[in-house]
């Protein structure tokens, strides 16, 4: 199983990103969207099932919009009114009986 993520960069305060991450291998029952910042823990960002339940951080709330195309294993974040504080490495994660991580992409807000 492989996730690839892409999509991340700098990005002055306001402006938007879109994230996108493949998965091959499978289709996972779960997919979503991890942060972590410098000094911080990883946290949460969004999730959605496969039947496209979304779960949002309410950090983030309002802001981002988390969607998945099925027939294509990809999960996307969009990221619209960015922040300075979401400055941070952004990790696509895959639940099926385990969790699976992409590589992080990096998400810098400039103010």
């Known amino acids: 199983v492989q996730l690839q993520a892409s999509g991340g960069g700098l990005v002055q305060a306001g402006g938007s990103l879109r994230l996108s991450c493949t998965a091959s291998?499978?289709?996972?029952?779960?997919m979503g969207w991890h942060r972590q910042a410098p000094g911080k823990q990883r946290e949460l960002v969004a999730s959605?099932?496969?039947?496209?339940?979304?779960n949002y951080a309410d950090a983030v709330k309002g802001r981002f919009t988390i969607s998945r195309d099925n027939a294509k294993s990809t999960v996307y974040l969009q990221m619209n009114s960015l922040k300075p504080e979401d400055t941070a490495v952004y990790y696509c994660?895959?639940?099926?009986?385990?969790?699976?991580w992409g590589q992080g992409t990096q998400v810098t807000v400039s103010s």
């Open positions: 291998g499978t289709i996972f029952p779960l």
């Open positions: 959605i099932t496969i039947g496209g339940t979304t």
């Open positions: 994660a895959a639940d099926n009986l385990r969790r699976f």
